[in-house]
């Protein structure tokens, strides 16, 4: 069944916000994310807390974010922007996210030079790591559960996961066979939708 995204204005109860908004959103993810998961505690931050999107919508800017090239979290906070207030909620999404933390980053980068021998602080690290893997996990199983839509869509899913993690065949060989095969798949089944 052919999936579209309403204006993000139009969603029942959510109340679009500013773009200064947008950029202090983002840059409370960027500062108070460490070790990965930033896709796990966006869809919190945007869909569960602040109603901002769907979660629908969420999993399709997480899609189409993967799909491009480059850090896919910066990607995601430019779609998660631009679908809020156009192009300037993009360049609001990606600055909160990449500048604060960038300037944090330099400074605790310094600091951590004279630290880098305290055990304390590889077990905080350790811990941190394992939390953000636990949000990762999360988001990963949340877009597979809405992703595995019908046998043909699972068939790649299960492809792509033995190819990569089993087989350790090269992601870019993986992705770019299965990313035109997955997407042929959708166009039949948008098409047979269609005539249905």
């Avoid at 959510?14 to 500062?31: D, E, H």
């Avoid at 077990?123 to 893997?133: E, N, R």
């Amino acid at each position: 069944m052919p999936q579209t995204l309403p204006p993000a204005s139009a969603d029942s109860g959510s109340r679009l916000p500013s773009v200064l908004q947008i950029f202090l959103a983002f840059t409370k993810i960027g500062l108070t994310s460490f070790g990965g998961g930033l896709s796990g505690w966006m869809l919190r931050e945007f869909v569960q807390r602040r109603n901002w999107l769907s979660e629908a919508e969420f999993l399709s800017g997480l899609a189409l974010a993967q799909a491009f090239p480059g850090v896919n979290v910066v990607n995601l906070a430019i779609w998660v922007g631009f679908r809020l207030r156009g192009g300037v909620g993009a360049l609001a999404g990606a600055l909160g996210l990449v500048v604060p933390a960038m300037v944090l980053a330099l400074v605790v980068v310094a600091a951590f030079a004279t630290m880098a021998t305290s055990d304390s602080v590889h077990l905080a690290l350790a811990g941190v790591a394992a939390a953000a893997v636990g949000l990762s996990l999360q988001t990963g199983l949340r877009a597979a559960r809405r992703a595995a839509r019908g046998v043909p869509a699972l068939a790649v899913m299960v492809v792509t996961f033995v190819a990569i993690f089993l087989l350790k065949l090269p992601l870019l060989w993986v992705v770019g066979a299965m990313a035109p095969l997955s997407i042929g798949l959708a166009y039949l089944r948008l098409r047979e939708g269609g005539q249905a």
